[in-house]
């Protein structure tokens, strides 16, 4: 049997999630890919609940989910647990509390021990990352899958909750980057990673280094519409494991 393209699988997601959760309430709604950074003045296309979301920051100018991806497709990472960025115009408040992460095979087969990871929204919006648990298993390396990021604003009928989502594969160094990257000081070592648009692993190192590289970050996050967050603190997203 030929191999199914990326589109027939995102078709097929999409029409598991999409009509199945119509009826049950309980699966994935249809998500949209995630933005790329090709577009800097576009926003992420996501779901919006109707009327409104409670949990999300009217301060904030911009209150749109978006994922911080480049335009590769796959995005790249040559981490097994990699970390992904979201910009975050929610946080938490009585009645919502959690978002919710998905990954699948190529095959759109969920790859997560529980199927879904429940995560708390933070107590304030803004950029924040997640990284996969080192209880999950790590990406295998040449294979692509597909990540879904969703802010549970309706439980009961969850099919217009903001998501973002796109594909990631894992990659194996290659023995060039390697020894390139031994040559450059771990604080550089972003750039090195940006000329071979390995992006998951660019976006993690400039940002533990945005101290010392603050106009390169301000520029990336200004990409996004989000240079006014350059200044402000990283937001780490935890399981929920109640």
């Known amino acids: 049997m030929p191999t199914q393209s990326r589109f027939q699988r995102f078709i097929i997601l999409a029409l598991l999630t999409g009509f199945i959760g119509s009826f049950i309430g309980l699966i994935t709604p249809l998500v949209v890919e995630a933005r790329p950074l090709g577009r ?97 298993q790590p990406l295998a390396a040449g294979k692509e899958y597909f990540w879904v990021f969703r802010v549970v604003c309706d439980e009961v009928d969850r099919s217009g909750n903001p998501s973002v989502s796109g594909w990631i594969k894992r990659i194996s160094p290659a023995v060039s980057l390697v020894q390139r990257l031994k040559a450059v000081p771990k604080v550089d070592q972003y750039k090195v990673y940006a000329e071979n648009n390995i992006w998951f692993d660019q976006i993690d190192l400039l940002a533990q280094n945005s101290a010392r590289h603050n106009q390169e970050w301000t520029k990336l996050l200004a990409s996004f519409g989000l240079r006014s967050f350059a200044q402000q603190t990283v937001i780490d997203l935890e399981a929920n494991t109640q």
């Open 40 to 136: 800097p003045k576009g926003m992420s296309k996501t779901g919006s609940v109707r009327g409104g979301c409670p949990a999300i920051d009217t301060n904030l100018e911009n209150r749109k989910l978006m994922a911080l991806v480049d335009s590769s497709d796959p995005t790249l990472t040559t981490q097994l647990r990699p970390t992904f960025w979201v910009y975050m115009p929610f946080s938490r408040t009585e009645d919502i509390t959690i978002a919710e992460f998905e990954l699948f095979d190529e095959n759109m087969n969920p790859v997560l021990a529980n199927n879904k990871i429940a995560i708390s929204l933070p107590i304030k919006a803004g950029l924040a990352r997640f990284t996969l648990p080192a209880h999950e």
